[in-house]
C-alpha cells in the first residue's frame, strides 16, 4: 500500500500541482510559512491568526519563493517542496495507519487499512495540490492514538501500581503537538 500511495500521490503532484483551484486559507499559510523563513528566530508571528503555529514551521522550508501571485486574485505558484513535505506526512500517516491496526487488531486489518488510506482520493489531490493542515493533523492523531495504545497496553501489563507519569506525559505531549500542527 505505501509504494502505490507513493505512486498515485507523486503522479497527482505531476498532473495537478497548480491547477487545483486554491482556497484563501492555503494562501494564508503559504505567506506565513514565508515569514517564517524570512525571520526564523522571531516567533511573535506565531500567535497571530487562528492558524496552527507549526504547521507553519512544517512547510517552510518546502517554500522555494515568494507566495504572492503575479496578478491580484490568482493563485499562487506551485511549491512542490511544500507538496512533497506534504505527501511525506501523508505517507507516513499510512505506514503509522497500518502499524496501529496491526497492533490493535492483527495484520489483516493492517493491510486493509494500508489500502484504504493509500487509495483514498481526497488524500491523493490534497496532498498535491493544496496548502492545508489536514494531512498534519491526521499525522498528530494517529501519533496519539499510537501512544494512548502503548499506554493501554501498559495498563492492562502493570503490576502493582506501577507509576504511569511518562506515558501520560507522552500522550499529552502528542496531543500538544498534534494541537499546534
Do not use: K
Not at 130 to 142: I, K, M, N, Q
Amino acid at each position: 500500500p505505501l509504494l502505490l500511495a507513493a505512486a498515485l500521490r507523486l503522479a497527482a503532484l505531476l498532473v495537478f500541482a497548480g491547477g487545483l483551484p486554491q482556497i484563501g486559507d492555503a494562501n494564508g499559510y503559504l505567506y506565513l510559512a514565508r515569514e517564517w523563513r524570512l525571520h526564523p528566530g522571531n516567533f511573535t508571528w506565531l500567535v497571530s491568526g487562528v492558524r496552527p503555529p507549526l504547521h507553519r514551521m512544517l512547510i517552510a522550508p518546502g517554500l522555494d519563493g515568494d507566495p504572492v501571485p503575479d496578478v491580484w486574485g490568482d493563485a499562487p505558484d506551485a511549491y512542490p517542496g511544500v507538496y512533497l513535505i506534504q505527501i511525506a506526512v501523508d505517507l507516513a500517516t499510512i505506514a503509522l495507519v497500518m502499524l496501529l491496526a496491526r497492533r490493535r487488531f492483527g495484520p489483516r486489518a493492517a493491510r486493509w487499512a494500508g489500502w484504504i488510506a493509500a487509495l483514498y482520493p481526497q488524500s491523493i489531490l490534497l496532498a498535491s495540490g493544496l496548502v492545508l493542515t489536514e494531512g498534519p493533523a491526521a499525522f498528530a492523531s494517529v501519533l496519539a492514538l499510537l501512544a494512548l495504545d502503548a499506554l493501554d497496553r501498559r495498563l492492562d501489563g502493570r503490576a502493582g501500581g506501577a507509576p504511569l507519569a511518562g506515558e501520560v506525559a507522552i500522550v499529552g505531549g502528542v496531543l500538544g503537538v498534534g494541537s499546534l500542527s
